[in-house]
């Protein structure tokens, strides 16, 4: 199969509704293919989610860019990803960001997308397993923060660990289904915009779903 043609149609698609030039140009760069077991390379350049096993999805491409669009991102910022997946949105970060810390909650993804990651050349990143608080207050603050599952709200646990000015962008609604919100954190109000319906697995822990 010939991944670089089915890439760049891929790319075609989803330029016509991405504004971002940078986006675009670091969606060609990953090779989504690499992050999708072997048995669905074939699927890797379709715009659906894929199975990555236990119970977990690689998203859909477009919606990766929508909120890698939403995060605004110029080269400069620190980024935290809360659920690494199969590492494919935290590579097109790490093409975008200055640094990207990225939290898995399944210690065998956490370490297979980490070695991924590394295998590739991504030395901007670290990946690492969960903790009790979401997200991964240790480094914070973060110019950025993106969520790539499910919670029932707005966890004010990340707002905290978010920048004045920074950017958070997470499926928020039921477990089945969600409305993708961007907010933007201000010293009085926050500033919240819908960005239209999705579908992303569960966040699990404290201030979002339970086990």
């Not at 048995?39 to 859909?60: F, V, W």
């Not at 690492?128 to 950025?144: I, M, N, R, S």
């Not at 646990?157 to 958070?168: E, R, S, T």
């Not at 109000?189 to 960005?195: A, C």
């Amino acid at each position: 199969m010939d991944f670089e043609k089915s890439r760049e149609r891929l790319i075609s698609r989803i330029g016509a509704e991405i504004r971002d030039k940078r986006v675009i140009d670091a969606m060609s760069r990953v090779p989504r293919e690499k992050f999708v077991s072997p048995d669905l390379q074939h699927l890797a350049y379709e715009d659906r989610p894929l199975p990555i096993g236990l119970n977990q999805t690689i998203s859909q491409p477009l919606i990766v860019a929508i909120m890698t669009e939403a995060l605004e991102l110029t080269g400069k910022e620190k980024v935290l990803e809360i659920g690494t997946g199969s590492g494919y949105q935290t590579a097109i970060l790490a093409e975008l960001a200055d640094t990207v810390i990225s939290v898995e909650r399944l210690p065998e993804l956490a370490d297979a997308a980490g070695t991924l990651l590394n295998k590739l050349g991504y030395t901007n990143v670290s990946v690492h397993v969960a903790g009790k608080t979401l997200g991964w207050p240790q480094e914070a603050p973060y110019d950025a923060i993106i969520t790539t599952a499910g919670a029932p709200e707005v966890p004010p646990d990340l707002i905290a660990q978010l920048k004045f000015d920074g950017i958070l962008v997470i499926p928020v609604g039921s477990r089945h289904i969600q409305e993708l919100v961007k907010v933007t954190r201000q010293k009085t109000k926050n500033k919240i915009q819908n960005l239209g319906g999705c579908r992303f697995v569960s966040l699990i822990g404290k201030g979002a779903w339970d086990e």
